[in-house]
């Protein structure tokens, strides 16, 4: 059967304050992270991207950091909401040239954490 | 727009059967992808297409085929059904990013899969 013994982090908070999540990840040449907010029975959905020559990138009540010197990235909601509830997950983004399937062509390969669970607490 | 598509939304099949998953764009996109996701594992690539008429496997390709006669569909095969398909399937698809824009991935609703 699938393993059950990964669980994945979780992070609590009150609505109104603000929530850090973070990602570390695994390839010094990924060139491009992606945050993706996913609702229980929906797909992933974009929320925010930084690419590599950037170290900090601000949306809309969401703000990306990104330390390559660690590999660490991070997440910052501002005024977390109920609506705000799902879990997160960060995705690396490598150019991967497939030439075994592809002739070679490049793609965009990403690569996903495992997801932290955020619940907004009213 | 709809965005990415994916029908059906459900499905459950006896062990041995086959079916087709399909996934609609109407962005244009020239990349799609088909993932799976388990719990405790992420999303994982199965089998993904760089432009109509091409496809390539992924990660996690075996006991999955796909087709992509048309930009818009990419459809994921599965011949003989195995428990260890239960999952959820998730298409995307991106713009090329030769193209110059990001190749941001945008994801469908899903398909929840049940092999018995």
């Known amino acids: 059967g699938e393993s059950v013994g990964l669980h994945l982090p979780t992070l609590s908070v009150q609505e109104g304050d603000n929530s850090i999540i973070n990602c570390a990840y695994s390839?010094?040449?990924?060139?491009?992270f992606i945050w993706y907010k996913q609702e229980s029975g929906k797909g992933p959905q974009f929320i925010i991207d930084i690419r590599s020559n950037m170290d900090k990138r601000q949306g809309q009540r969401v703000t990306v950091l990104l330390n390559k010197t660690v590999k660490h990235l991070s997440l910052q909601i501002a005024a977390t909401q109920p609506g705000d509830s799902a879990v997160y997950f960060c995705a690396e983004n490598t150019r991967a040239r497939d030439v075994a399937n592809a002739g070679g062509t490049s793609y965009g390969k990403l690569t996903f954490g495992q997801g932290t669970i955020l619940t907004v607490h009213p | 727009n709809a965005g990415v598509t994916q029908t059906p939304k459900f499905r459950v099949l006896k062990t041995g059967q086959s079916m087709t998953l399909l996934c609609a764009q109407d962005m244009n996109h020239e990349y799609m992808y088909w993932y799976r996701q388990d719990p405790g594992m992420g999303l994982r690539l199965i089998h993904y297409s760089v432009g109509e008429g091409t496809t390539a496997k992924g990660e996690v390709p075996d006991g999955y085929n796909v087709s992509r006669l048309k930009k818009q569909n990419f459809l994921l095969g599965l011949e003989s059904a195995a428990p260890s398909q239960t999952s959820v399937y998730f298409c995307?698809?991106?713009?090329?990013?030769?193209?110059?824009?990001?190749?941001?991935?945008?994801f469908g609703p899903g398909t929840r899969l049940t092999v018995l």
């Open positions: 390839n010094s040449a990924s060139d491009y």
């Open positions: 995307a698809s991106s713009y090329s990013w030769t193209s110059g824009n990001t190749d941001t991935q945008y």
